[in-house]
């Protein structure tokens, strides 16, 4: 099961601090929206990877559903996978994963190409899906990855965002995403963090000022409008 988290109950104390507005946005036009699913990679999602979130497990079910929908719509799904950086050493100093065996086996397991760089196979990509590189944590970072462009290209104004970390990649692109403009809709019950905690204090802060929260089956009755 996804993480025990009650978002509903996160929109009721966010609705108090707005004039009792819970959800920002009532409705979303397909054919201008994005589902952007972040790492869902095998170094994560595996057992006994080098950053192994065993919650990341239990969302690929509701990513398929919400990526069905999005077709079934009109809207694009596309599939971000971070990638070692070639000059990370020069690009990215400050890298926290910096030293000893965790480090080797994070840049080496995702190098493009690598096994643990792959998509989780439980996702289910089908042609007309894009498949993106990131080599930051925010696949927004100007430089670093392709994403803004194509969304540009597309003709995208709103941005549903899955995957994990829900506190570090998925917040990461959700709070850049919104700085771009977009409209953001981060999937309570699609995201996976190590813990209940982090993952509700991270969906706090996003519903705060940075993104809506609907759970999937709200995102399938708002696409299926």
């Not at 080496?108 to 096994?115: P, Q, S």
């Not at 100007?142 to 995208?156: F, N, V």
């Not at 995957?163 to 709070?175: F, K, M, Q």
């Not at 919104?178 to 982090?198: G, H, S």
């Amino acid at each position: 099961m996804p993480h025990d988290v009650d978002h509903v109950a996160i929109l009721d104390r966010l609705a108090v601090t707005r004039g009792g507005v819970r959800n920002i946005f009532e409705s979303i036009e397909p054919k201008r929206t994005a589902h952007v699913v972040i790492d869902m990679q095998n170094g994560f999602v595996e057992k006994g990877a080098p950053v192994e979130v065993p919650m990341a497990r239990t969302i690929s079910g509701n990513i398929n559903r919400i990526s069905a929908a999005i077709r079934a719509a009109g809207g694009r799904n596309y599939f971000v996978r971070y990638t070692t950086p070639e000059d990370i050493d020069e690009s990215w100093p400050v890298m926290m994963i910096r030293t000893g065996a965790l480090a080797k086996a994070h840049r080496e397991g995702f190098t493009a190409g690598a096994h643990y760089w792959q998509l989780w196979p439980e996702l289910e990509v089908l042609e007309g899906d894009k498949l993106v590189a990131k080599g930051r944590f925010s696949a927004f970072t100007p430089g670093t990855s392709e994403l803004h462009d194509m969304l540009q290209a597309d003709g995208i104004d709103t941005v549903i965002v899955t995957g994990t970390l829900t506190n570090v990649c998925c917040e990461s692109t959700a709070r850049d995403a919104m700085q771009r403009n977009y409209r953001v809709i981060v999937v309570p019950d699609a995201n996976a963090a190590l813990t209940d905690e982090a993952h509700a204090a991270t969906l706090e802060s996003l519903g705060f000022v940075f993104a809506d929260l609907r759970s999937t089956g709200e995102l399938e009755t708002l696409l299926g409008a």
